[in-house]
C-alpha cells in the first residue's frame, strides 16, 4: 500500500512557476512507477508527466518543455516543477503511483492517488 499526499498548488499568473510534490509512504517509493494527472473543471482527468523507477520520463505534448517531472527515493518524493504557466494549465493536479502496468499514461494505469491540488493560473 502507498500513502500520497500533493502539496504545492497555488494561484499565479501566466508566465509563473510553480513546483508540485507528492509525498510517498508505506512501500518502497522507488519502485514504482509515478505520475501526474490533471483535471480541470468538467473535463476528464488526463495524463501530465510520469518517471520510471528507472528514472526515465515521459510527457504530454500539452507540456513539454515547460514542466519538468523528478523523484527524490531517499525523500519518498516526486515533484513536478511547472514553468511558463498558461491558464490553460488550470486544474487540480493529482500524482499516482503503480508497481507495474502497460502504458502508464491512462487513470486505469494507476493503483494509488493522492488527494489532489489545485492550481489556478490566472491571465
Known amino acids: 500500500q502507498v500513502q500520497l499526499v500533493e502539496s504545492g498548488g497555488g494561484l499565479v499568473q501566466a508566465g509563473g512557476s510553480l513546483r508540485l510534490s507528492c509525498a510517498a509512504s508505506g512501500r518502497t517509493f522507488s519502485s514504482y512507477t509515478m505520475g501526474w494527472f490533471r483535471q480541470a473543471p468538467g473535463k476528464e482527468r488526463e495524463f501530465v508527466s510520469l518517471?520510471?523507477?528507472?528514472?526515465?520520463?515521459y510527457y504530454a505534448d500539452s507540456v513539454k518543455g515547460r514542466f519538468t517531472i523528478s523523484r527524490d527515493n531517499a525523500k519518498n518524493t516526486g515533484y513536478l516543477q511547472m514553468n511558463g504557466l498558461k491558464p490553460e494549465d488550470t486544474a487540480v493536479y493529482y500524482c499516482?503511483?503503480?508497481?507495474?502496468?502497460?502504458?502508464?499514461?491512462?487513470?486505469?494505469?494507476?493503483?494509488?492517488w493522492g488527494q489532489g491540488t489545485q492550481v489556478t493560473v490566472s491571465s
Open positions: 499516482a503511483a503503480t508497481y507495474y502496468s502497460t502504458s502508464y499514461v491512462s487513470v486505469d494505469d494507476y493503483d494509488y
Open positions: 518517471i520510471r523507477r528507472t528514472g526515465g520520463t
